[in-house]
């Protein structure tokens, strides 16, 4: 037992020392450091400075964040932002939702400093992300040619996918759908035969949380709706950018959708039911089909298993457009917008660079995405495990994790597995049935304009946008056929400066990805 008792011993020191020699590997400065920061996002307006990730972060590195958000009771963050320029004196740290186009419009002009000698002499890991992954370094990139924030970089494929009731299928003696016409065979059985079976035609055939997810049925007809993880955006098509609204394919597939929206197959509410939608008719044994997040909406299974009957909501492939395609176009982008930048007032560049260095440590990533291990996580066979006070907690595990200053929207490298450990089984199988199939499509990661095009895009781009959506809607609705208005659509679109914004993307394109 001595003997037992001393290797116990030897080994515990030994992984204290270990701790020991990670922390100090970790420390950026000798004497404590304070850094002021804004942060905004959308979930997260300002900077908690007792945050216990900041906590730990403070005590690893050396370095206090010491939150100066402007508009923290606004939760726009271009309103926040817009503010903080406004109002001149910049913290040392500016980060949070989308301010790819805030850095890379003003950093050139001074407000925010060059980071890419910065990187190459001290930030070892940020740089070894950006070499293996030039598609992320060039995303990042400013017109002038320097990177000025560290991006939010995500993990993971698949976001979204669709979703049926499996036991209605099985009541009804139907397979999964396989086709465009075999999709619109299932939601006319949805719509017609009664398979919650309470005597009412009260069944929604095909439902949404988001709007736009009903529009995405036109890539059914081959056309698309983004090329990106972010609705109504740019994509790129044999190596130029154009938008999905103005292609011939989007319009026939929206005639489509609208016929099936005015046959009942579609949510009559599917414009104002809104984020309530999901939880409203699955609950009410009412909703047949949807397009949204694989884990989240798996998990009705288990949560409606006593009230319904049979209730299984499982994932199936997209059906085949009609040209024979099969493809999922939504996806997890590869960079997000988000992030942090370090302001021209910043007096200690390379004591900050290092510390947004130290997020893409591996301890700085196991922080950032789980939080303080003991606190809410342990390792266990070498995989970082939740604790059961945030996996059984009686908040959402994502709140939780934003409430101690995990998964926030700055830069640092995501990591899957945090969200792996609390996916529902049938979303895993989903995941797992999905990566049978090529689905995907590439994904257009912007472009950063220079002040004259950028000049261009904000003169024309917000009123063409706006006007893409009122008829799209309109059309969804029946006001006015698509393919009989769409000479005249193209030629508004032209009228209110529609070419003369493709040519400042596209000249920004190909000086920023060849």
Known sequence: MRRLGL???????????????????????????????????????????????????????????????????????????????AQGGMPDIVGGLLIKQVVNEYGPQGAFQPLNDLIEEHAPHIKALLDERPDIAKSITAYDGNIYYIPYVPDGKYGRAYFVRQDWLDKLGLGQPDTVDELYEVLVAFRDRDPNGNGKQDEVPFFVRHWEEAVRLVTLWDGRTSGSDTFHDFLVEDGRIVHPYAMETYRDGLAEVARWYAEGLIDKEVFTRGRSARDFLLSGDLGGMTHDWFASTSGYNAHLADDIEGFNFIPFLPPKTISGRRIEEHRRIPVKPDGWAISHTNDHPVETIKYFDFWFSEQGKLLSNFGVEGDSWDMIDGEPVFKDVVLSGTEPINTHLRNIGAQLKKGFAQDYRYEWQWTAEGARKGIELYETEDLLVDQFLGVALTKEEQEVYDRYWHAILVYMLERQQAWFLGTGDVKADWDDYVAALKSKGYDKVMEVMNAAYQRQYG
Not at 19 to 27: I, P, T
Not at 36 to 53: A, R
Not at 61 to 71: A, E, F, M, P, Y
């Open 7 to 85: 290797t116990v011993s030897l080994l515990a020191s030994s992984c204290l020392a270990g701790m020991a020699a990670a922390e100090d590997h970790s420390r950026i400065v000798e004497e404590p450091l304070e850094l002021t920061i804004h942060f905004h996002s959308d979930l997260t307006q300002g900077y908690e400075e007792d945050f216990p990730v900041e906590q730990k972060a403070r005590e690893l590195t050396g370095i206090h964040l010491v939150d100066q958000t402007s508009g923290r009771n606004t939760a726009n963050t271009l309103e926040a932002t817009n503010l903080l320029l």
